[in-house]
Every structure is written in C-alpha cells, then in structure tokens.
C-alpha cells in the first residue's frame, strides 16, 4: 500500500511539474511579445530619426521631423502594442476569419464577402490625394517595419495569440487601413437592422399602426405615420416563418454589441469661453463602443508639420478620431442617419439569374468566391448584386422573415462606392488650423455618418453632420423605415445630397452644443436624417445639467460625463407607479405583498441615481424591463424576445394612453380588461421574484453593481474557460441604458444587467488651460493579457478618472516609461 502511495505521489508530483513546465514555457514565449518601450531600432523606409516617448500610462508620443515618419512612428506603436488586434480586424474585414477559427464565424466571413468591403477599400484609393496616400504607405510601413523586427528577432511572434493560432502574416497595405475604416462603420450602422424589425413587428400586430408605440419617434413635430408592410405586395398577414439560425452573425471581435441603437452611441458638447469660467472653449467627449479587452480604442500623440495632435484612435487606422491640437479639439458622435436602404427584388420566376427593375428583368451581376474553413474541406458561395447592392442572404439580420417566396433582399448602403475617402476626411481634420478649415475636411467624410463636434483656441465652438445622405424621392412608399420594392422607380435613390445640405450648427447664442445622439433637426423626409434616433433621454440630463450654471469648468464638464441619474427612471416611476405608492394594508413579512411595498417604498424615495451600492436601480431595470415584455408578448408572440431592451418612449405613451396606447395593457387571450396598473403590479412582482432567486430574499442587500459588471471581453479567448479568467475584465459599475455615463445593458441571456456597452473613451478638454485636458480608455494602451498596461486604466475608467493630455514635450518625457529610438537603415 505505501508503495503505492509512493508512485502515485511522485505521478501526481510529475504531472504537476510537467504542467508548471509547460506554462513556464509559453509564459516565457508568450512574454518575448511584449515590448521594450527602452530598445533602438534601426528600420528601414525612414526619412530621419523618430522618438517615441512612453508616458506613464504607456501613451506613445511621437516626435519626427517629417510628417511621414510621424506616421510611420503611430504604424510602429500599433502594431506593438496591438498587433492581435489589428490582425483580427483586417482579417474580419476580408471575410477570412473561419481559415483560422473554423466554422463557428463562417457567417461572418460570408456576410462580409457579400458586403465585400475588401474589394471597396481597394478600388477607394485613386479616390484619395497623393498626400494622404503617402500617409497611409507610411503608417502601412511602420506596421511592417515591427512585423519584420518581431520575425528577425524572434520577438515571440508579435502576440501571444499567435502561438494558438498561426495564419501567415501579410505585410500590412494602405487599403486595409480603409478596411478598417469601413467595418468601424459596418458596426456603427443599425439602420438595417430596424428596417427588418420593423417590417416584422408590422406584421405581427394585429394592428399595424400600433408600431407606432412600439417603434416610436423622437418625440417632436413632422414625424409621418406608415402604413402595413404586407399591403405593399398584396400578401396575408403572418405569412412570413422565421428564418432558422437567423439573425446578426456572431461578431467574434464585439461579442458584445447586441440590439438596436448599440451600433454607436457617444457623448459630446462644447462651450464657448462666454459659457466658461476660465474664459477658455472646453468640449468634453466620450464614443460609446462594445467593451472589449484591450478597448478598441488606443491613445497617441503625434507631432506634425501643422502642429502636435493627441488624442484616441483606432489601431490600423493613423486618424487621432477624438482629440485636440493646440488650436482646435474634435469628438464624434453617431448621427444615426438613415443612410441604408433595405430592397425586396423580385426574380424572374422563368430566369432566375434575372431580378425585376423599372425598365424590366435585368441580369444579377454574380461571381464565386472560395472561404477556406479551418480543418473542412472550404466551400464556394455564389454573390449576387443588385443595382440597388449586393443580395443578402435571409439568414443574415433575419432578411428572410420578410422577404417573401421568389424574392431576396438587397443592401443599399452609402459606404458601399468606389470612392470612400472617410479617412481622408480625419487626416485633413488633424491638420485644421480653424473651425473653418475643421469643416471644410468633414465634405471628404463619406460614412458612417457622424455629428463633428469642434471647439476652437479662438473661443468658435461648431457641429456639423458629416457623412452621405442618400438622395431620396417624395413618393419612396416606406420613407425607407421598411424594406420597399426593388422595382418600383419612386424607392430608388438618385445619388447621395450635397455636403451643404448636412445640417450645420454654429457659435449659438445660448453658448453650448451638445448631442447624445438625440434628433437635432426637424426636416421634412426625404431631408429628414433620420426617423430612428439614438437617444431621448441622455439629451434631457445633459440639457439640465448644461442649463444648471451659468458657467462651466472642466470639473464640471467632467462631472456631466460621469453623471448616472437616469432620466428615464424620473419620467418613469411616477407614472408606472402613481397607482402603487403607499396603498394597501402593511402586509405580512415574507409575503410578496410585502416585498412589493419596501420595493415601492424604497424606489420612492430614490433619485433615479444608477449607483452601483444601491438596490434601488437593480428593482428599476428588471420591473421595467418585465414590464415592457408583458406589454407587447401577448399582441406580438415571440418577436417579444427582440424587444427586451427597454424603450421608455413606448412606456410613457401607454402610461399616458398617448393615441390610445393603454389598450396594450389589455391582455388579448383573456376575456377580462386588464388595466396598466395591473400589469405594472404584476410585472413589479415577477421582477422582484426573479431578483429574489438569484440575489437573496433581503432586499436592501441587493447591489446593482453585483448585476452591472462591466464585461470587457476577449474577442476569440474569452469564450474559453482556460483563458477567460486571464483576459477577461470584469467590473462593477454605475450608470444605465440611459444616463449619461452610459452603461448599457443586454437585456437578455443569462445576464441581462451586464454593462456591456458603454464609454471606451472619455476626453475633456479645456483650451483656458490645454494641458489641463485629461482623457482616458476603458482597459489599457496594450493588447497583451501579461502586460501591466493590459488593464492599468481600466480601473481609473471604473472610478471616473483621467490622465493628463498634454502636449508638452518636456511633460511628456518626464517620469516616461521608456523612449524608443527608431533610426533609419542606410
């Protein structure tokens, strides 16, 4: 027996010190990728000597004597740092990520061969200056310079990711640059997507002009009311089937954007000095993105011809996106334009390689292409394109459940043309002396359509939309809310409008901008923007907030930005609940009466303030969130499960039987007349039941924060159990769905209180002091898990604080981290 024991100790202790060996070797592996911010290099394709200085959050600052090696300098530090990540972008982008992950993100690659945005960014770049494709030959050198060092100098393949996965590297090209810059916008564009849901909740209802609760405007004059989509082709109600597997792709590098208006959302506005109380412009900006790990977003400073820029950008692309110069600052936010049509093509039923047009059947221009699939054998799929765009399988965003037999559905999108010079446009704005000059760059900008926010030394603060507006007709029969027919001439756009014709906002009397993606103009259709809005709730915080002093700081700024006072539970609550408040008998302790009376007592007397140590925002968001799905689940079946997200628009017309709205109370199947304050009674009761199961039965124990982690998930890894735990950020946090330090929610799955949505970046700059500016990312500057800077401003992001923006030099070398030193190769 002891014998026995003996071998099995010293099995188990050979196990053990196998294992230790094994991840003492990929550690050390794994390590070599991470760089020496100290080291010299010499490279080749430099015109003189490029310093990059490491601050103490690992900021590269970047100081050459030629713009061209300034570049190059940003192309070298993306590439250290984040190189996995500028990879797996390009590779999304060419449809070619299942030769390395198998089947798992075939769709994926299949959506994205169909889109071909490769084939765009290509055929873009005669569209761009010689200039600006100088800039991005060089920033593609810089990348390459570090591919070629980390090959040379066996600097553990570049990425730890790499030792898992090992596709060949191709040296980096300027057009996967506008690659790049075309998926950014693929993820900002949701217009689609609401077409599609649209149409089917018009179907579902048995009354269709009921969408206009469920799917509501902006609240404001003009908007115009639709009719049903299956009038449009003559067909019965409900006769569309779901499509199996249908929906979104699984995006592997934003698994977590889900829902509408989650493709983009951001914060901006700008005071002018008059608004000022150091007689200084300020702006304050804050993008909001899927959360990942690293963030999408990576801090640089550059120092050019025209001056230093700072700011955030988006590794494999060599655009400061949001920042400042010393004479101007910018920040973007997603002006949900509607600038993607939606076609139902009809196919000749006697050719099917002919689709119906105005003038007759026309020819599908069609071509084959091959994806490659990790371990399988690959697969070639036929593309067909429209001239209204490419054809999209049903199967993607659920295409298919409303597109009827012996049709498809084609794409319309504005990003989709030869001639994409978006960058060009970010370029010429990081080189603007003035406001004048800052718009003047936004006429290259074709998509994603976005508000320019823009704050000058000279105390002019502006915002202009930037980005093509389809050129649509009077008579288009959907207003493009719905998928409309192919063939009939009215539905067809005739171009894109006029840069002139973008809406333009300057130096206003009241002495501040401001959008949260809220509806900004009221314009008759076709020059409406948009009928679906990102906002309707920040923008009356940031209105109260901006309203509150008569001047503005930083601090305050800044105090705007981290704000998490929904104004959503403040319309809300009192309508939902005005029947509730303080009525009954005090009930039995344990009884649900009673647990629904402290709930009520406590939400009362609450501020509609989403603090992550209260209970009080946790009872809120799952009353309101059971309450909208027993609203709709009885007229609209299991297209319910599309609507989880909460819509407090929806809410307050049935609370204030807006049109007759109440009559959603009502439950259909039941021969008694539920009213809204029945409905609200027992959505509170299956909120707090459901709460109770899994956070215990004391409610004043519950804490938002424990249900509102911020997840910053691994693109590839952080679905696996093994890494998870290493590349994974998990974070609890204040904030909501509608407070202006955003924090969005699933509003499904097994956790639907996740913050999963939320600000990458956060900037406030103050030209009374510039280099009093601070700004901060939701993780760290580096992309590699063993890293310190992996995740060193993740935690400072948690708490609301920055890290100091300046363009000092001096400052900038001071305490740094390391300098490299790239010399050119004679």
Excluded at 114 to 132: M, T
Aim: proline fraction near 6%; include cysteine.
């Amino acid at each position: 027996m002891m014998t026995l024991l003996r071998w099995l100790t010293r099995l188990v202790g050979v196990g053990i010190a196998v294992v230790v060996l094994i991840g003492s070797v990929f550690y050390w592996m794994a390590g070599r990728s991470i760089p020496d911010y100290d080291a010299d290099w010499t490279v080749p394709g430099l015109n003189g000597q490029v310093e990059i200085v490491r601050n103490t959050a690992a900021v590269p600052h970047i100081f050459a004597l030629t713009d061209h090696d300034a570049y190059f300098g940003l192309g070298f530090s993306h590439a250290q740092d984040r190189l996995w990540q500028m990879l797996l972008l390009r590779r999304q982008g060419q449809g070619r990520l299942s030769e390395i992950f198998g089947r798992r993100t075939l769709e994926v690659d299949d959506l994205m061969r169909r889109l071909d945005l490769d084939g765009y960014a290509s055929r873009s770049l005669p569209a761009y200056s010689d200039e600006s494709r100088a800039i991005l030959q060089a920033y593609a050198d810089g990348v390459n310079a570090w591919l070629r060092l980390v090959g040379t100098e066996a600097l553990g393949r570049g990425a730890p990711e790499l030792f898992l996965f090992e596709p060949e590297i191709a040296p980096w090209r300027p057009n996967d640059s506008v690659l790049i810059s075309l998926l950014m916008a693929l993820q900002m564009t949701t217009q689609h997507e609401s077409e599609i849901l649209r149409a089917r909740a018009s179907l579902a209802l048995p009354d269709p002009a009921r969408i206009t609760d469920l799917m509501p405007d902006a609240p404001g004059n003009g908007a115009a009311e639709l009719g049903d989509f299956a009038s449009l082709l003559d067909l019965p109600r409900r006769m569309f089937a779901e499509v199996e597997g249908a929906g979104a792709p699984r995006d592997p590098l934003h698994p977590n954007a889900q829902g509408l208006n989650r493709g983009g959302a951001s914060n901006v506005w700008a005071a002018t000095p008059a608004r000022s109380a150091a007689g200084g412009a300020l702006m304050a900006t804050d993008p909001h993105v899927p959360l990942t790990a690293p963030s999408q977003w990576y801090l640089a400073r550059l120092e050019l011809a025209t001056g230093a820029v700072i700011g955030a950008t988006i590794p494999g692309m060599p655009n400061i996106i949001n920042g400042r110069s010393e004479r101007l600052s910018w920040g973007l936010t997603a002006a949900y334009m509607d600038d993607v049509d939606l076609y139902i093509e009809e196919v000749n039923p006697q050719n099917p390689t002919q689709y119906r047009t105005p003038d007759g059947w026309a020819d599908f221009e069609t071509r084959r292409e091959i994806i490659e699939i990790a371990d399988e054998a690959p697969i070639t799929i036929t593309l067909r394109e429209t001239v209204n765009g490419p054809v999209i399988p049903g199967r993607h965003w659920n295409a298919g459940s409303v597109t009827p037999a012996g049709h498809v559905m084609s794409m319309r999108w504005t990003a989709l043309t030869d001639e994409n010079t978006t960058i060009q446009a970010g370029l010429r704005l990081m080189r603007a002396r003035s406001i004048e000059e800052a718009l003047e760059s936004g006429e290259d900008h074709v998509a994603p359509a976005a508000n320019l926010m823009l704050a000058a030394e000279d105390g002019r603060i502006a915002m202009q939309v930037v980005g093509h507006m389809p050129w649509r007709l009077n008579e288009h029969e959907t207003q493009a809310r719905m998928p409309s027919r192919g063939w009939v001439e009215g539905n067809l756009w005739q171009g894109t409008t006029q840069y002139f014709a973008n809406p333009t906002f300057e130096d206003p009397e009241s002495g501040v901008l401001g959008n949260t993606n809220n509806k900004m103009v009221e314009r008759a259709f076709p020059l409406h923007v948009s009928f679906n809005w990102g906002d309707t709730q920040r923008i009356q915080r940031l209105g109260r907030l901006m309203e509150a002093r008569e001047v503005h700081t930083r601090d305050s700024f800044i105090g705007a930005q981290l704000d998490t006072v929904s104004p959503a539970a403040r319309n809300l609550l009192p309508l939902v609940a005005r029947d509730l408040w303080f009525t009954g008998q005090p009930a039995a302790i344990g009884t649900t009466e009673r647990l629904r009376q402290r709930a009520l007592e406590l939400l009362a007397d609450w501020n509609g303030e989403m603090n992550e140590h209260l209970p009080e925002p946790l009872i809120f968001a799952a009353w309101m969130r059971a309450l909208q799905h027993r609203l709709i689940r009885d007229d609209i079946g299991p297209l319910a499960e599309e609507f989880w997200q909460v819509e407090p628009v929806f809410l307050e017309r049935v609370f204030r039987n807006i049109g007759g709205a109440s009559e959603w109370c009502d439950v259909r199947p039941s021969n008694a007349v539920e009213t809204c304050n029945e409905i609200a009674e027992l959505a509170l009761d299956e909120a707090l039941q459901e709460l109770s199961e899994s956070y215990g039965s004391d409610i004043e124990s519950w804490r938002w924060g424990a249900a509102h982690e911020a997840v910053h998930e691994h693109p590839v890894l952080g679905e696996t159990r093994f890494f998870s735990w290493i590349v994974n950020i998990r974070q609890a946090t204040s904030g909501g769905d509608f407070t202006l330090n955003r924090a969005a929610t699933p509003g499904r799955g097994p956790e639907p209180y996740i913050n999963t949505h939320g600000a990458g970046y956060r900037g406030v700059y103050d030209f009374a002091d510039p280099d009093s500016s601070v700004f901060i990312i939701s993780t760290g500057q580096s992309g590699h898990p063993f890293s310190r800077h992996y995740d060193d401003m993740g935690e400072l992001w948690r708490r609301g604080e920055y890290v100091p923006m300046t363009l000092d030099p001096e400052l900038a070398r001071a305490a740094n981290l390391g300098i490299t030193v790239l010399s050119p190769a004679r």
